[in-house]
C-alpha cells in the first residue's frame, strides 16, 4: 500500500469503527417505522457489489471468523464485518438494495402506508419487486411480477411502491425478474399488529414478549443465477465427473444442481466439499440472548431450492405462526421451511446451577439432502465467551417432533414424529371457509408437472401449459386482445395437437368475484422423478385443509408411486382427478380441520397433493407459481384475473411496455393497443 492509501484505509477504518464495529450505522430508513407514523417512507437502489473486496483497498479474506486483508503486507488489519459483503467467503457478483444482502429490513406496524422509491442503477437488467405476504387489496399494480402487474423497472429508470401494510407477520421482499432474488435481491418486510390488538399468548412459558430476531435462509452459489440455470437445462452440471444427483430422505430427487453452501442472514461458510472438506473461516451471524427473555426467531427461507429444517441446539421451539398467520402455540424440535414459506418460533433463556447464563448454541438451517450442509449461526448469551459453540443437536433417543415434514416420516429414524400442517390449529378461531355452502364452491385442479422427452426435453408446466410472460402489461384493458392472441386456449392453432407435448402460452384463469374456491395443487408427471414444488400463491391468505402424500415403502421408507386418494385423467398427466370422487367431495374437506392454519405458500411433495381455500374478495390479476426460481422460469406458473370488472385503472403516470407490433408475421394483433 502507498502512504495515500494507508492513510485513506485509517480514515475510513475510524469511521467503521466509531460506527460500533460491524460497520457503517443503521441508516434512519432502516430503522423501525414509528407505530405512530402514517407512512413510512424508504429510498432504495439497485446495483450490483462485489463480495469479499473492501473498495477501494482490494481483496479480503477471514480468519476464524474475522475478515482481513488478503494482502500479506495488510495482513493483520482486521475489518469490520458491516463495511464488506461477505456471503461464504467466496468472491462474486451480488444484486443489491443499497449495497446489502440481505436487502434493508422493513419494519412497521399494520394499517400504515409504506412507500418505497426504486431507483435501478442496476448494468442491463431490469427489476421489479414483489411484497411476498402482502394480500394488496385492491392493489394489484402494486404487486410487482414482471409483465402481471407492472413494466419492470429498466435501467437508469425508478418506480414508487405504495401499499397498506396489510396483514401483520412475517414476512419479506424480493425481485420478481427472474434469477435476482437468487443473486441476492430480497429482504426481510416485518409488520407488527396493532398496539391495541391482544398479542400472541405463549400459553406453554407464560408472557408474551419476545424479542425478534430475523433469520433469512438461502441456498448459495458461486456463479449467477443466470448460467446456474442454464448449466442446469443443458445438462451441464448433470455431465460433470464426480456429479452426484441429491434426494431428500424419501428419496426424491433435487434438481441437478450442485449446492454450496448455506447463508443465514448473508452470512455462511463454504466448503469444498460439503461431505468432507473444511470451511472458510468466515464470520457467523451472533444472536444474543439475555436471563429471563424470550427470543423470536422470524424464520424466512429466502433461497432458491432447498428445504431447511430450524432448531437450536438445547432450546424447544414453540411455533407460533406461519407466513404471518398465528397459529395455536405448540412446543416442537423443529421446523420444515421450504423456499418461500416463513415461521416465528420463540425461545425461552435458560440459566445453569448458579443462576448465571449459559454460554453459546448453535442455531440450525440444516439440508434435508446431506447434513452436512448446514447454515450455521450462534445463539449468545450475553455473558458468554466470544467463542463457537461446542453443542450438538438432540439426537432424539426420545421422540422429537417435526413440522412441515415433506413426507410421511423419516426412514430409519423412528423417533423423528412428523406433524403435518394440515393438523395445527390457527390461533384465532376462524371456521374453515364455505363451511355451510358446500354447494357453491368451486373446485379448480392444478397440477405442477414435469415431462421429459428426448424429443422435448425437460418441461415444466401447469395443466401442460409453460407459461410464458406476455409482451404487454396485462392492466391496460385496451390490450385484451393480445392477451388472447397468446392465451392457453383450446383453440390455439399451434397447440395441443400432439398427445402429451405441453403448450407454451400465457396461462391466466378468469375467477369471478365473491366466489368460494377450492384449489387442489398436485405434483405428478410423465416423468418417472418428480419434484416437489413449494406454490405461492399472490394476493391471497388460503386455508390448508389437507395435504397428502405418496406412499413409503415400508422396507426402505422410500417414496413409492403417487398418492392413491388421485389420478391422472390420461397418459399425458396434465389434469388429476379424484380417484373416489363420491368420497372426496367439498363436504369431506369442510371436516377434517374445523379450524385449519392459513397460509400463501405450501410445499407440494412429489406424488402427492394440497386442498386449499380461499374467497375471491380480492379483484386483480395474481400470480400463482413455483417458488423455486429456476422452475417458475422454465413454465411453472400461472395468473387468475379475479373480478376483472372490478379492477380499477393503473395510478395515472405509470408506465407502459408494449412490443413492435408492426409486424403481421409474429404479432396478427398488432396495433392492439391503440
Not at 407512512?39 to 473492501?54: A, D, N, Q
Not at 429490513?105 to 448494468?123: A, R
Not at 419487486?129 to 419492470?152: A, E, F
Amino acid at each position: 500500500m502507498s502512504v495515500v492509501q494507508i492513510i485513506s484505509f485509517l480514515v475510513c477504518l475510524t469511521v467503521l469503527v466509531q460506527a460500533g464495529g460491524h460497520g457503517p450505522g443503521p441508516k434512519p430508513e432502516d430503522k423501525p417505522c414509528s407505530p405512530t407514523a402514517k407512512t413510512c417512507e424508504y429510498s432504495w437502489t439497485i446495483y450490483e457489489k462485489l463480495t469479499m473486496i473492501l473498495y477501494p483497498f482490494g481483496k479480503v479474506s477471514a480468519t476464524k471468523g474475522k475478515l482481513h486483508f488478503e494482502d500479506p503486507r495488510s495482513r493483520n488489519m482486521t475489518i469490520p464485518p458491516g463495511s464488506v459483503l461477505v456471503t461464504d467467503g467466496v468472491s462474486r457478483i451480488m444484486t443489491t438494495v443499497n449495497g446489502q444482502t440481505p436487502g434493508p429490513p422493513i419494519i412497521v406496524t399494520e394499517g400504515q402506508e409504506v412507500i418505497v422509491h426504486v431507483k435501478n442503477e442496476l448494468t442491463v437488467e431490469t427489476v421489479t419487486i414483489h411484497w411476498h405476504g402482502m394480500h394488496m387489496i385492491n392493489n394489484t399494480w402494486n404487486d410487482g411480477p414482471n409483465l402481471i402487474s407492472q413494466c419492470p423497472i429498466a435501467p437508469g429508470q425508478s418506480f414508487t411502491y405504495r401499499f397498506k401494510a396489510d396483514p401483520a407477520g412475517t414476512h419479506w421482499y424480493h425481485s420478481h425478474v427472474h434469477g435476482q432474488r437468487v443473486d441476492g435481491l430480497y429482504g426481510a418486510l416485518i409488520v407488527k399488529p396493532k398496539p391495541k390488538q391482544p398479542s400472541h399468548t405463549f400459553d406453554h412459558w407464560g408472557p408474551p414478549e419476545a424479542t425478534d430476531a430475523i433469520m433469512q435462509i438461502t441456498d448459495y452459489w458461486h456463479i449467477g443465477a443466470t448460467e446456474t440455470h442454464f448449466r442446469m437445462n443443458n445438462m451441464f452440471t448433470l455431465n460433470t465427473p464426480g456429479f452426484r444427483m441429491s434426494a431428500l430422505p424419501n428419496g426424491v430427487l433435487l434438481q441437478a444442481l450442485d449446492y454450496y453452501s448455506v447463508l443465514i442472514e448473508g452470512l455462511g461458510r463454504w466448503m469444498d466439499d460439503p461431505r468432507q472438506g473444511s470451511p472458510v473461516e468466515t464470520p457467523r451471524k451472533i444472536y444474543t440472548i439475555k436471563h429471563g427473555e424470550y427470543l423470536r426467531f422470524r424464520v424466512i427461507n429466502t433461497g432458491n431450492v432447498l428445504p431447511f429444517r430450524i432448531s437450536v441446539d438445547e432450546h424447544p421451539l414453540l411455533l407460533v405462526a406461519s407466513d404471518g398467520m398465528d397459529i395455536k402455540p405448540i412446543v416442537v424440535e423443529s421446523v420444515i421451511v421450504s423456499p418461500g414459506e416463513r415461521y416465528d418460533v420463540v425461545i425461552r433463556s435458560k440459566s445453569d446451577e448458579t443462576g448465571k447464563n449459559p454460554g453459546n448454541y448453535w442455531v440450525r438451517a440444516t439440508s434435508l439432502h446431506n447434513p452436512k450442509l448446514e447454515g450455521l449461526a450462534i445463539l449468545r448469551y450475553s455473558d458468554a465467551p466470544e467463542e463457537e459453540p461446542r453443542t450438538k443437536r438432540d439426537t432424539c433417543k426420545q421422540t422429537c417432533l417435526v413440522v412441515n415434514c415433506i413426507f410421511n416420516y423419516f426412514p430409519k429414524q423412528p423417533n423423528l414424529k412428523c406433524l403435518p400442517i394440515d393438523r395445527l390449529l390457527n390461533a384465532h378461531w376462524e371456521p374453515v371457509v364455505g363451511l355451510g355452502h358446500e354447494k357453491e364452491i368451486e373446485e379448480h385442479w392444478y397440477n405442477f408437472g414435469t415431462t421429459l422427452t428426448h424429443e422435448w426435453g425437460y418441461q415444466m408446466w401447469v395443466n401442460g401449459s409453460i407459461h410464458k410472460n406476455h409482451y404487454s402489461d396485462l392492466l391496460n384493458k385496451n390490450n385484451m386482445a393480445a392477451f388472447r392472441a397468446g392465451s392457453c386456449g383450446k383453440d390455439r392453432a399451434d397447440c395441443w395437437k400432439v398427445p402429451g407435448k405441453p403448450c407454451p402460452c400465457f396461462n391466466m384463469v378468469t375467477l369471478k368475484g365473491n366466489k368460494y374456491i377450492q384449489m387442489v395443487l398436485s405434483s405428478v408427471g410423465t416423468d418417472p422423478h418428480p419434484l416437489n414444488h413449494p406454490i405461492h400463491l399472490h394476493g391471497y391468505s388460503f386455508q390448508v385443509l389437507k395435504i397428502g402424500y405418496p406412499p413409503q415403502d415400508p422396507k426402505t421408507g422410500m417414496k413409492k408411486g403417487i398418492n392413491p386418494d388421485i389420478e391422472c385423467v390420461d397418459k399425458s398427466c396434465f389434469n388429476l382427478r379424484w380417484s373416489d370422487p363420491k368420497k372426496f367431495t367439498p363436504e369431506y374437506f369442510s371436516k377434517l380441520n374445523p379450524n385449519p392454519v392459513k397460509k400463501d405458500t405450501v410445499y407440494i411433495p412429489a406424488g402427492g397433493y394440497a386442498v386449499v381455500r380461499f374467497y375471491t374478495d380480492n379483484p386483480g390479476r395474481w400470480l400463482m407459481h413455483c417458488h423455486i426460481d429456476f422452475d417458475a422460469k422454465d413454465g411453472m406458473a400461472m395468473a387468475f384475473n379475479v373480478a376483472p370488472e372490478m379492477i380499477g385503472p393503473q395510478p395515472p403516470g405509470s408506465p407502459r411496455c408494449t412490443t413492435f407490433f408492426n409486424d403481421p408475421v409474429n404479432h396478427p394483433e398488432k396495433n392492439c393497443d391503440k
